[in-house]
């Protein structure tokens, strides 16, 4: 069958939640000799405005019921949506019961993706499940060589140019794109009612998982000029990139999305009333963290930790940014600034900066809410919970003859949050609540801190320094060591102090080289590979 192969429409069937724009172009379907057909608020709308309109009551010769839940779930409209045109047994069938064609369905679906956004609870939230609509969307899907189905009013704007060119019918062509966007909104549709109710039941069956998304935004191209993409929003996105409004700045790529989502993760491990913190993200690692009294202190801390990876990186920042910290993120190269808020100040101080992205979120993401994380693999999905996990001081283990002190344990647990946020094999040397040091995702532990070592030894020389600040740092390790190389390299960058999971068959080997350096060593029993 031929993409041109045309389609008339001569009836249309129009039942939408959102109206926008809908008076207008049923006015000129109608000026085209179209039958408008229509239910409830939709049809008083178009009645309202002075076009003709056929309640879909008196197609099917049955009332709207049960507050409006049972209106087109009929065979006079499910026969008139998928009757074949070509097969003379349909044709008959449409004769003997009175099944008037349709040939254009126009529906946008109850809004149940915002009433989960809006924070409705389950009772509001299945009171916005459409039933009658997807069936009818699905319908006028399969039967496309002869229908065609819309899901949204641009959809019916493009439908009403082709029309206009065909004389009143629409190509293939055009139908079975619509037909497959038709689909994907209903799944979509149907994955967040099956996440929304998920969350109500202490064993959801896992047998089947539902993913799916609404555009938020076209994307130039992907990681790379030669590769598509596009950003989708979950039903109730957490706060970050996806529920960001930019400010100001050039057009987001994918990998400024990337990038600027792992920072905000990163930086909203930290609680805004006891310290402010700046994350520094290069390619989705993080090259520099620091938590301080103030913001601009903890930005110019984090540029200082790795200057070079800095350059052209992510700002992330967990209180609203100020003058002040513009005024040093803007006498550097950076691409993207994401806060919970801006002030007017700041944003004054950026607006000589008009490339700089600055993204404002309304809020920091809580680490501790559960989510799927999906990732692709060929033939499949991927899929696991977020790693929400954390330690407190009570849960750490010191497993060396020297305990930490004070200062090293406020240093270990900071280094800790930072190295869950580290590609793997990470490493994360950290000093006065500022990293001095990070390897990322290094085939092998030692190589991670060797790294580490390697990058405070640059920036000590960038920023001037007698020594790099790995000396009288502490290292945080994502997994065990699971040698006592890897330690000694630490030991050797002047680490004074090591937390790491624990759980090696060489823990013991691990633990004498610490003893030995006078180090002290504490486990978490917990670890973090990234991937």
Not at 98 to 113: K, Q
Not at 122 to 131: L, R
Not at 357 to 368: C, E, F, I, Q
Not at 373 to 394: C, E, F, I, P, Y
Request: proline share 4%.
């Amino acid at each position: 069958m031929s993409d041109e192969f045309l389609a008339p429409v001569r009836r249309a069937l129009i039942s939408v939640s959102d109206k926008t724009g809908l008076v207008a172009r049923a006015r000129r379907l109608s000026e085209m000799g179209v039958e408008l057909v229509s239910t409830g608020g939709t049809l008083a709308t178009l009645r309202e405005s002075g076009l003709e309109a056929r309640d879909a009551a008196d197609v099917t010769g049955y009332p709207e019921m049960m507050d409006g839940r049972v209106k087109t779930l009929h065979p006079r409209i499910h026969g008139g949506l998928l009757a074949r045109r070509d097969r003379e047994d349909d044709l008959a069938s449409m004769e003997e019961h009175g099944i008037p064609a349709i040939d254009l369905l126009m529906v946008n679906l109850y809004p149940f993706e915002e009433a989960v956004a809006s924070g409705a609870d389950i009772d509001g939230c299945i009171a916005k499940i459409d039933v009658g609509g997807p069936a009818m969307i699905r319908a006028a899907a399969k039967n496309h060589a002869n229908v065609t189905v819309c899901v949204e009013g641009d959809d019916l704007e493009k439908v009403i140019g082709e029309m206009e060119k065909h004389e009143g019918q629409t190509t293939l062509a055009l139908r079975r794109h619509l037909a497959a966007k038709a689909f994907a909104r209903t799944a979509a549709y149907d994955s967040a009612i099956a996440e929304r109710l998920a969350t109500e039941t202490e064993e959801p069956d896992n047998r089947f998982f539902a993913i799916g998304g609404t555009l938020s935004q076209g994307l130039r191209y992907g990681e790379n000029p030669h590769q598509n993409a596009a950003l989708y929003a979950s039903p109730a996105p957490r706060p970050g990139i996806v529920s960001a409004r930019q400010l100001q700045g050039k057009e987001l790529s994918y990998n400024n999305l990337a990038d600027a989502d792992a920072a905000f993760e990163l930086v909203s491990e930290f609680d805004a009333e006891e310290q402010a913190a700046c994350v520094i993200v290069k390619h989705a690692n993080p090259c520099g963290v620091s938590a301080a009294d103030s913001l601009a202190t903890a930005y110019d801390r984090a540029f200082a930790a790795d200057p070079v990876s800095a350059f052209g990186g992510i700002v992330a920042l967990n209180r609203k940014l100020d003058a002040d910290t513009a005024d040093l993120i803007a006498s550097h190269f950076t691409e993207v600034v994401i806060a919970p808020e801006a002030d007017d100040a700041a944003m004054e101080v950026l607006a000589a900066k008009k490339n700089v992205r600055v993204l404002v979120t309304n809020g920091l993401a809580d680490p501790a809410q559960a989510a799927w994380m999906v990732k692709s693999v060929a033939g499949g999905l991927l899929v696991q919970s977020r790693d929400t996990g954390h330690v407190l001081a009570k849960d750490l283990k010191t497993v060396t003859e020297r305990a930490p002190s004070e200062t090293e344990l406020a240093d270990l647990l900071f280094a800790w949050r930072v190295v869950k946020h580290v590609k793997s094999n990470a490493i994360v040397y950290a000093k006065g609540g500022t990293t001095s040091g990070i390897g990322m995702g290094q085939t092998s532990r030692l190589d991670a801190a060797v790294l580490a070592a390697r990058k405070a030894e640059l920036a000590a020389q960038e920023n001037g320094w007698d020594e790099p600040r790995t000396r009288g740092s502490v290292c945080a390790s994502d997994a065990f060591f699971p040698f006592a190389d890897g330690l000694n390299a630490a030991i050797e960058a002047g680490a004074t102090a090591i937390i790491q999971p624990g759980g090696s068959i060489r823990d013991e080997e691990v633990i004498k080289a610490a003893n030995e350096a006078g180090l002290a060593m504490v486990f978490t029993g917990m670890r973090h590979f990234r991937h």
